[in-house]
C-alpha cells in the first residue's frame, strides 16, 4: 500500500524538547511553557505505525515553513513500531544563519510518509493520505551581541580593538572594506 491506495497513516507523537514532563510547549502565548533550544538540543518524536519517511516540518513565526529537507529517513515500513526519532536543531541551518534569527519562537510538527518508487527507482516520500502530528514550540536562545567599539559608521585604524555586549558562548565577526 501506498499513499491513497493505503489507509491513512497516523499522526506520530511528539515527545521534545520539553521544559518539564507534564507541559508539553503547545502555546506561545504561555512562553514559560516554550523550551528555549541552542544548536545541540534535539526534536525527537515517536515515529508513526508503518511510516517510512518523517517529514519534519518547523515553522518562523509568521508560519512559512523553513526547512529544507523535506523527508528524513525513518525506519522500515515493515515494522509495527518504529520508536523514537530525532533531529539535531544544527542541521536546521535556517534557525542558525542570520542575528535575526536568534530569540525567536518557533513550531514544528511531524507528517508521516508512505514509500513509493520514483523515476529511476528511486524511492521517493509519498505524504499524502498522512495525518500530521500537533504542533509544538520551541524558542532559539540568544540576542544578537550590541557592538560598542568601534562605534556605528565610525572608521578605525589597524590594529583594531572590537568590543561587545552579550551573553553568548561565542561569536563570529566579519571585517570588511566597505560598506
Not at 523550551?35 to 519517511?53: E, H, M, N, R
Not at 526519532?85 to 508512505?114: F, H, I, M, N
Amino acid at each position: 500500500f501506498t499513499g491513497n491506495s493505503a489507509p491513512k497513516l497516523p499522526a506520530p507523537k511528539l515527545l521534545g524538547p520539553l521544559v518539564d514532563k507534564d507541559t508539553p510547549p503547545k502555546d506561545p502565548a504561555v512562553l514559560k511553557n516554550i523550551p528555549p533550544v541552542s544548536k545541540s538540543d534535539i526534536l525527537s518524536w515517536s515515529g508513526g505505525t508503518c511510516a517510512y519517511f518523517s517529514r519534519i516540518n518547523v515553522f518562523n513565526e509568521v508560519g512559512t515553513r523553513i526547512t529544507e529537507d523535506d523527508c528524513l529517513f525513518s525506519g522500515s515500513a515493515f515494522t509495527k513500531e518504529i520508536g523514537d526519532e530525532t533531529l539535531l536543531l544544527e542541521t536546521v541551518e535556517r534557525l542558525w544563519d542570520q542575528a535575526g534569527d536568534l530569540d525567536k519562537t518557533y513550531s514544528w510538527s511531524v507528517t508521516p510518509c508512505w514509500n513509493s518508487m520514483g523515476p529511476s527507482f528511486i524511492y521517493a516520500p509519498d505524504c499524502t493520505n498522512t495525518t500530521d502530528s500537533e504542533k509544538w514550540y520551541f524558542h532559539t536562545a540568544g540576542k544578537p551581541p550590541t557592538l560598542t567599539a568601534p562605534t556605528n559608521n565610525s572608521s578605525t585604524k589597524i590594529p583594531i580593538l572590537l568590543s561587545w555586549q552579550g551573553n553568548g558562548a561565542s561569536y563570529r565577526y566579519q571585517v570588511s572594506k566597505d560598506a
